[in-house]
C-alpha cells in the first residue's frame, strides 16, 4: 500500500470521494514478474558473454513503470487522470452497467467503428452516434454523466441474457462482474486447462498452474512444505554447524 501510494497508484484509484489501493499487491507481482524478466536476461547474457550481472529491481521502480500511462498523460497533458471507480478516466462509455435483473456488466467501446455497432446494434438507438453530445470520445467523457444515464435507462429494461446478446452480436467487449467464487468456478480455466493438483500437509489441493505455457514443458509444483521441514536443511546451507542447530532445536528456537 505504501509504494501504491508514493507512486501514485492511489491517486487514480477508487472513487471520485475515496482512493483505494488496488485489491491485489500489485508492487510486489510488478518487482516479481522485473526480476523473473531481469533474471532470464543475464541468464542469456552469461549464455553469450561468459559474465555474471547484478540484476538490481525495487518495488518503486517497478510500480514506477506500470504508472507510465497515467505519468505520461497527466505530464503533457495538462491534468492529472481523475479517479472514476469501475470506469475508465478517459474514455467513454467503458464502465458497468446493470441489467433488469441485477446483474453488473461491463462495456468498452474503444473506436468509432464500435460506437457506431453500439449505437445501432446494441442500443437501437443510430441516432444517438450523430448526437453533437457524443461524436468523439471527448465528446463522450465530457458527456459521460448524460451517456451513462440514457445506456443505464435502456439496459434497465433487459435480462442480462439480452443485454450480453445484443453486445456479442455488435462485436463490443464486455464482461460480467464475476465474485472470486465466481472466477474459481469459471470454465474458461478449465477450458484453458490452468487447474493441477499438488500435495499439502492438508492434503491435495486444487492449484492454478502458471500461465506461461510452452510447448513439452511441464511446470514444476512442488507440494507445499510442513512448518518447519526445510529449517535444517536451510541452516546447514547457511553454514550453521550441527550442534548449534540441535541446540537452538532444543531450546525451541527453530
Known amino acids: 500500500m505504501l509504494v501504491q501510494a508514493e507512486t501514485g497508484v492511489t491517486s487514480i484509484t477508487g472513487t471520485p470521494e475515496a482512493p483505494s489501493r488496488v485489491g491485489i499487491s500489485v508492487a510486489d507481482i510488478a518487482a516479481g514478474t522485473y526480476a523473473y524478466s531481469g533474471i532470464l536476461t543475464a541468464l542469456l547474457t552469461r549464455a553469450t558473454s561468459g559474465q555474471g550481472s547484478t540484476v538490481d529491481v525495487s518495488l518503486f521502480d517497478a510500480l514506477g513503470e506500470w504508472m507510465g500511462a497515467p505519468m505520461y498523460y497527466?505530464?503533457?497533458?495538462?491534468?492529472?487522470?481523475?479517479?472514476?471507480?469501475?470506469?475508465?478516466?478517459?474514455?467513454?462509455?467503458?464502465?458497468?452497467?446493470?441489467?433488469?435483473?441485477?446483474?453488473?456488466?461491463?462495456?468498452?467501446?474503444?473506436?468509432?467503428?464500435e460506437w457506431t455497432r453500439f449505437c445501432t446494434e446494441a442500443l437501437g438507438r443510430p441516432e444517438l452516434e450523430r448526437d453533437p453530445r457524443f461524436t468523439s470520445n471527448a465528446r463522450r467523457v465530457e458527456h459521460r454523466?448524460?451517456?451513462?444515464?440514457?445506456?443505464?435507462n435502456l439496459f434497465a429494461e433487459l435480462p442480462a441474457s439480452d443485454i450480453l446478446d445484443r453486445l456479442d452480436r455488435a462485436d463490443i467487449a464486455c464482461?460480467?462482474?464475476?465474485?472470486?467464487?465466481?472466477?474459481?468456478?469459471?470454465?474458461?480455466?478449465?477450458?484453458?486447462?490452468?487447474?493441477?493438483?499438488?500435495?499439502?500437509?492438508?492434503?491435495?489441493l486444487r492449484a492454478l498452474r502458471p500461465p506461461t505455457r510452452i510447448d513439452d514443458v511441464e511446470p514444476a509444483m512442488g507440494a507445499v512444505p510442513s512448518l518447519g521441514q526445510h529449517t535444517k536443511q536451510i541452516l546447514n546451507e547457511l553454514g550453521f554447524d550441527a550442534?548449534?542447530?540441535?541446540?537452538?532445536?532444543?531450546?525451541q528456537v527453530i
Open 145 to 152: 454523466t448524460e451517456l451513462h444515464g440514457i445506456i443505464e
Open 243 to 251: 550442534s548449534t542447530i540441535a541446540y537452538w532445536n532444543k531450546e
Open 74 to 113: 497527466a505530464a503533457y497533458g495538462g491534468s492529472e487522470p481523475p479517479r472514476s471507480g469501475a470506469a475508465h478516466a478517459t474514455i467513454a462509455p467503458y464502465e458497468l452497467f446493470v441489467s433488469q435483473d441485477g446483474q453488473e456488466i461491463y462495456l468498452a467501446i474503444q473506436n468509432a467503428r
Open 175 to 204: 464482461a460480467r462482474r464475476n465474485s472470486v467464487s465466481g472466477f474459481i468456478a469459471h470454465p474458461q480455466l478449465a477450458e484453458r486447462d490452468c487447474w493441477t493438483t499438488i500435495d499439502s500437509p492438508a492434503g491435495p
